[in-house]
């Protein structure tokens, strides 16, 4: 697989989560990409179902440590 190519790594429940971790991986230099950023708000009412659900994506060399900055939590949280 070439190291540069886009892999989903998880699948964030809203526009809050989504940018909390996008800024979390940004502060260790991992650029990553946001899927269904704008189709979000349609599919939490029902519109799309899950094919408007947003999706977090790296590339594949960084996915490993995107996952483990993930697990951690060491992210904010907007519960």
Same mark, same amino acid.
């Given at each position: 697989m070439d190291p540069d190519s886009l892999v989903q790594i998880y699948?964030?429940?809203?526009? !809050? $989560?989504?940018?909390?971790?996008?800024?979390? !991986?940004?502060? $260790?230099?991992?650029?990553?990409?946001?899927?269904?950023?704008? !189709?979000?708000g349609l599919a939490s009412n029902g519109f799309f179902g899950s094919a408007g659900r947003m999706r977090l994506l790296v590339r594949s060399r960084d996915a490993d440590e995107a996952r483990s900055i993930i697990?951690?939590?060491?992210?904010p949280r907007y519960s």
């Amino acid at each position: 697989m070439d190291p540069d190519s886009l892999v989903q790594i998880y699948w964030p429940v809203d526009h !809050l $989560e989504a940018d909390a971790i996008r800024q979390a !991986l940004e502060a $260790e230099d991992i650029p990553c990409h946001i899927d269904g950023e704008n !189709l979000a708000g349609l599919a939490s009412n029902g519109f799309f179902g899950s094919a408007g659900r947003m999706r977090l994506l790296v590339r594949s060399r960084d996915a490993d440590e995107a996952r483990s900055i993930i697990e951690s939590g060491d992210w904010p949280r907007y519960s």
